[in-house]
């Protein structure tokens, strides 16, 4: 009990005596808490500066917005949550969590979609269980302090590839999202038992070159609104499913599983997309009619770029419409069989109803398209 009283002081002490903290709470503020300050009345530009000063921990939809502005609030307030996006927690505020006596379902639901910007070591874990942390928290903290934060480069083809710890996820349809299709449903928990390597950014012309001249196959036609493939930053496409596939055999990986790319593009997010649309991804209203080069947007908390839009994404499985109705609960490796096989994340040509990290598409494995390329996983090196 004293050890538990002593830790819970020094994390409070670090919390109150650090400068660059404000006095009052520093987590950040929830949907429904938002909402609440509208309906109580505080000023706008106070709960504007609010949001500002301590971020949010959603993705305010328009529905957000609308029910917001019915509530009372004021254009400040909306500008606001447009500007502001899930922080990743500090140390600091990870303490404050839990010496202010925050349960630790909540805290653990804020390390899982925000991250943490600091690596969680074994000390720093040690005291936060005397503080009152517990097993499922410590757990919680241990995957945010490597998800995404190792990233090696691959000799082979030039690509940069992200260690996706192993962790449990909601798969399927988001909450609130009624833009869902059947095939999305039902949601289901999903987890990833291993750890797998993946490519940071979709294969690229330039990775796609190498392959090519060691393997003695010619590169694809030119994207959409392009004559050649002079430029190596963009992402290959009108590539068929085999053809990523050799790809990927060649690189040293495979092809991710569905449930894989799911719970990558997601990275602890619960929401339809893991950010605002237009500072993530490419699609139909903003990119000009043509894809673009990778990582010119805004990553996820994983440090994956373009998980959402620019051009499709060949996962391994085979395409079954109702497979969500049986598949596993660890490590759905898609159905056995089947004609078509499936495609994520959306492209460049689509509108943003398709851009959500639930939406299933499918092609004919044998052939390729210019809205489709790939990205590879698996064990390209040991972690």
């Given at each position: 009990?004293?050890?538990r009283?002593v830790?819970?002081l ?10 660059a ?12 808490q938002?909402?609440?300050l509208?309906?109580?009345?505080l ?11 301590r ?22 307030v ?18 404050q969590?839990?010496?202010g006596?925050?349960a630790?379902?909540?805290a653990?639901m ?11 070591d074994?000390?720093?874990?040690e ?10 928290l410590?757990a919680a903290l ?7 934060r ?8 030039g ?11 909601q798969?399927?349809c988001s909450?609130?999202d ?8 039902p949601?289901?928990?999903?987890t990833?038992t291993?750890?797998f ?10 990775a796609?070159k ?5 393997s ?7 994207a ?16 068929t499913?085999?053809?990523a596939?050799a790809?990927?055999?060649?690189a040293?990986?495979?092809l ?7 719970y ?31 990582a ?12 959402l839009?620019n051009?499709?994404?060949?996962v ?7 497979y969500?109705?049986?598949?596993p609960?660890?490590?759905p490796?898609?159905?056995?069989s ?12 689509e ?8 939406f299933r598409g ?7 398209s210019?809205?489709?390329?790939f990205?590879?996983?698996?064990d390209?090196?040991?972690?």
């Amino acid at each position: 009990m004293k050890l538990r009283i002593v830790a819970t002081l020094i994390l409070f002490l670090a919390v109150i005596v650090h400068p660059a903290l404000p006095q009052e709470a520093t987590v950040p503020l929830g949907k429904d808490q938002v909402l609440e300050l509208v309906k109580f009345g505080l000023d706008s530009s106070e709960l504007a500066k609010r949001i500002k000063e301590r971020g949010i921990d959603f993705e305010p939809t328009d529905d957000d917005f609308a029910t917001l502005r019915k509530a009372g609030a004021q254009e400040a307030v909306i500008q606001a949550l447009r500007e502001a996006r899930p922080r990743p927690l500090s140390r600091e505020q990870v303490g404050q969590l839990v010496a202010g006596g925050v349960a630790n379902q909540r805290a653990v639901m804020l390390v899982k979609k925000n991250g943490i910007d600091f690596v969680a070591d074994q000390r720093y874990l040690e005291t936060l269980r005397m503080a009152g942390g517990d097993d499922t928290l410590i757990a919680a903290l241990h995957e945010a302090s490597t998800a995404g934060r190792i990233i090696q480069q691959n000799p082979k083809d030039g690509l940069k590839y992200v260690w996706v710890s192993p962790g449990t996820f909601q798969m399927g349809c988001s909450p609130g999202d009624n833009a869902c299709n059947d095939n999305e449903k039902p949601a289901h928990k999903v987890t990833i038992t291993k750890g797998f390597w993946l490519g940071q950014t979709e294969v690229t012309a330039g990775a796609y070159k190498r392959f090519t001249a060691v393997s003695g196959r010619m590169m694809p036609p030119p994207a959409w609104h392009y004559s050649s493939w002079d430029n190596d930053a963009l992402p290959i496409v009108s590539v068929t499913w085999d053809d990523a596939t050799a790809f990927c055999d060649w690189a040293g990986g495979r092809l991710p599983t569905e449930a894989e790319w799911e719970y990558a593009a997601r990275a602890g997010s619960t929401e339809p997309r893991y950010g605002h649309i237009d500072e993530i991804a490419w699609h139909s209203l903003n990119s000009g009619s043509k894809i673009h080069e990778v990582a010119q947007k805004r990553p996820n908390a994983w440090n994956l770029y373009d998980m959402l839009g620019n051009v499709w994404e060949w996962v391994n499985d085979w395409y079954q419409e109702n497979y969500y109705q049986k598949s596993p609960s660890q490590n759905p490796p898609g159905p056995a069989s089947g004609e078509q096989r499936v495609l994520r994340s959306g492209a460049w040509f689509e509108g943003p109803d398709k851009l959500r990290e639930s939406f299933r598409g499918l092609g004919f494995p044998n052939k390729g398209s210019d809205l489709s390329g790939f990205r590879c996983g698996g064990d390209i090196f040991a972690p």
